[in-house]
């Protein structure tokens, strides 16, 4: 909220951006658990995680 307010990111439900946030991570921590990563011959999961949510986060970013 203190990041909407400064305009720093887009207006929005905060709670909404959470849910999305745990789904995220729910779901690669799901993959992640059951090797489905390992199978499909993905890059290591701190690197796909790390793309998630800077993919994720920059959705959030308002351009100047």
Known sequence: ????????IRA??????AQINWALVHGLSILFIDQQFI?????????LANSALKS???GWILSN
């Open 12 to 17: 929005g439900n905060p709670k909404e951006f």
């Open 39 to 47: 199978t499909m011959g993905c890059a290591p999961i701190e690197e």
């Open 56 to 58: 994720l986060i920059e």
């Open 1 to 8: 909220v203190e990041c909407q307010e400064a305009q720093l």
